[in-house]
């Protein structure tokens, strides 16, 4: 846990320096995700083989579990920084119940480590074709990380998306409490899924950015 830690000061120390202007090489980034990514994907394995655990539970057993091994300043920071990432997690995973109600979505699955450092956390089928998507927990960090992608000269393989979930759809959950804020969100991410399959992933990014609707799905 202690160089899962330090890796990710690390990775806040490059992002201040990116958002300074100041230049980042990818390898640089890369090399700490590999530190980091696998104690989120454990997170994950937990929240899948243990539908019923809430933030709580896992921040309590981390942080009880350090006290034992590591200073108080390690646990209470290790704690912190798990809820930071069940945070993202479960945006993650609502996405997903959001994609299930969705017609032509085929094979979805979670991204694995490989995948995951390349910028995706969700790999789905629709109608075929294979797509990506980047799951943010805001909307202000979905069109951050769009404006970014447009920026980049390649061709543009995953889509930044908000999941469209609010702290008050999980309360203290790893899942959204209330299946029918999935099933309305399906609509909007279907029209961007569909934008991608028949125009590429800049439209459906575009699509996102200039949506006036995109930030909103509780009236």
Same mark, same amino acid.
């Given at each position: ?23 980042? #090489? ?35 057993? #981390? ?125 909007? #991410? ?23 609707? #995109? ?5």
């Amino acid at each position: 846990m202690p160089d899962f830690i330090d890796a990710r000061h690390k990775l806040s120390a490059i992002e201040s320096r990116r958002l300074k202007g100041q230049r980042v #090489v990818r390898s640089e980034k890369e090399a700490q995700l590999k530190r980091v990514l696998p104690y989120n994907h454990i997170l994950r394995e937990m929240a899948d083989h243990n539908p019923r655990l809430t933030m709580t539970d896992i921040t309590t057993f #981390v942080e009880g579990f350090l006290l034992a091994s590591s200073s108080q300043e390690t646990a209470f920071e290790a704690a912190n920084a798990t809820r930071d990432i069940i945070e993202g997690m479960r945006h993650e995973l609502a996405f997903e119940a959001t994609l299930y109600h969705i017609d032509g979505v085929g094979n979805i699955r979670p991204a694995d480590i490989d995948t995951d450092i390349l910028g995706t956390d969700i790999e789905v089928i629709y109608k075929g074709e294979h797509f990506g998507f980047d799951v943010k927990s805001n909307p202000s960090a979905a069109r951050r990380c769009a404006n970014d992608n447009l920026s980049y000269a390649g061709k543009i393989s995953t889509i930044p998306i908000w999941s469209g979930f609010e702290g008050r759809d999980f309360g203290d959950s790893l899942r959204i409490l209330d299946q029918k804020a999935a099933i309305e969100r399906a609509s909007f #991410v279907g029209d961007v899924l569909e934008a991608a399959y028949q125009h590429g992933c800049e439209r459906a990014i575009n699509m996102i950015l200039h949506d006036g609707n #995109v930030s909103k799905i509780h009236s």
